[in-house]
């Protein structure tokens, strides 16, 4: 059985949000990137928490909690 990855990269991420890398990595820094998280040296996004985000009425009625953090770095 695979399970399915609940996270982004932060590419994978730019490229849906139609920014670059960059400057996903910058929102990221600042803690303005929606589910993103700092994981030991590296950067992740969930999947989740970036989803809700662009589509804010999709998890509007059907009592889903969606935690979205602010993370400084």
Do not use: C, H, W
Not at 11 to 18: T, V
Not at 25 to 35: D, H, K, S, T, W
């Amino acid at each position: 059985m695979k399970v399915e990855n609940q996270t982004y990269k932060i590419g994978e991420a730019a490229q849906i949000l139609g920014i670059s890398r960059q400057a996903a990595y910058a929102l990221a820094r600042n803690g303005e990137l929606p589910g993103g998280r700092k994981l030991g040296g590296r950067f992740i996004v969930s999947k989740i928490e970036l989803d809700a985000y662009l589509n804010p009425n999709q998890f509007k009625d059907n009592n889903t909690f969606i935690y979205f953090s602010t993370v400084k770095v």
